[in-house]
């Protein structure tokens, strides 16, 4: 089993910048693709950004590209997700994965491992 953890979600103003992180314990993190995905209220889980093992592949949702950058880090078993210019619709809970895929990938099915999750509010 593996055991993710985010941290780093708060309030935020509109324009502000959050850095969200998630620590891995359990299973060798640089064996695993991970993700960031969030769910804002009534609406359906959605795809932010995922890496692969080795951080040398990323891909970023439509919605975040630009503004969004993620990384990690094997050594400490984490993985981050720096937010800038952040905006209303921004906000919801953002969750960390991790997948067995690992390329990482942008389909939640794939992943077998997720953290709690993190709440980020942007306020208008």
């Known amino acids: 089993q593996m055991q993710l953890t985010e941290s780093g979600g708060r309030l935020v103003q509109t324009g502000g910048s959050l850095r969200l992180s998630c620590a891995a314990n359990g299973r060798p993190f640089r064996a695993y693709g991970a993700a960031w995905f969030r769910q804002a209220p009534g609406k359906e889980r959605e795809f932010v950004a995922t890496i692969s093992t080795d951080g040398l592949r990323t891909d970023l949702g439509d919605s975040v590209k630009g503004r969004f950058t993620i990384s990690r880090d094997n050594v400490r078993n984490t993985v981050s997700l720096q937010m800038n210019r952040l905006t209303p619709e921004d906000t919801a809970v953002y969750y960390c994965?991790?997948?067995?895929?690992?390329?990482?990938?942008?389909?939640?099915?794939?992943?077998?491992?997720w953290g709690q999750g993190t709440q980020v509010t942007v306020s208008s």
């Open positions: 994965a991790a997948t067995g895929q690992g390329r990482g990938t942008a389909y939640s099915y794939e992943y077998d491992y």
